[in-house]
């Protein structure tokens, strides 16, 4: 008996509910199935379009909902993979303080602020411009 230690145990042996399929999966297909019916019924009742055509009609109305709540890319759901890319965005420049920089008294912050001139109370760039930091308050 051959057993594959480096296997990602999570994705070789799914929790699944029923024949196979995860929680998430029936209940994305029941939903689909939902919208497809309430589609096809909507045809027959208002627009007199048989159910057979309206089946035809439903099917781009299903799909998109299956597929949104199935597809996974590198084992991320489209919505976390959403969350990650602005996350990634969000943090493309990060600077930090080394020990070996001049001690300036600036820390790390993800947002920039802007001085105001007092005299015509316009926006004025930072002194050293730094992307993503602050001057301390200096005592």
Same mark, same amino acid.
């Given at each position: 008996?051959?057993? !594959?230690? =480096?296997k !990602? ?5 799914p !929790? !699944?509910l029923?024949k196979?399929f995860? %929680?998430?999966?029936?209940?994305? $297909? #029941?939903?689909g199935? &939902?919208?497809?019916?309430?589609t @096809? &019924?909507? %045809?027959?009742? $208002? %627009?007199?379009? #048989?159910?057979?055509?309206? /089946? ?13 709540? @199935?597809?996974?890319?590198? +084992?991320? /759901? ?25 001690k300036?008294?600036r &820390? ?10 007092? *005299? =015509? +109370?316009?926006?004025?760039?930072p002194? =050293?411009?730094? #992307?993503? /930091? $602050? *001057?301390?308050?200096?005592?």
């Open positions: 008996m051959k057993i !594959d230690i =480096n !990602d145990f999570e994705k070789a042996f !929790d !699944d029923w196979g995860t %929680l998430k999966q029936i209940i994305t $297909f #029941s939903v199935l &939902i919208m497809a019916a309430g @096809i &019924i909507a %045809l027959w009742v $208002f %627009l007199k379009i #048989s159910p057979v055509t309206g /089946s035809y009609i439903a099917i781009p109305v299903m799909l998109p909902i299956c597929f949104i709540g @199935i597809y996974e890319y590198q +084992n991320h /759901s489209l919505w976390a993979m959403y969350k990650e890319m602005r996350f990634y965005r969000a943090t493309k420049k990060l600077t930090y303080g080394a020990e070996e920089a001049p300036t008294g &820390i790390f912050t993800m947002h920039q602020k802007r001085k105001r001139e007092k *005299r =015509n +109370n316009k926006m004025t760039e002194e =050293n411009k730094v #992307s993503g /930091s $602050f *001057r301390l308050k200096e005592e």
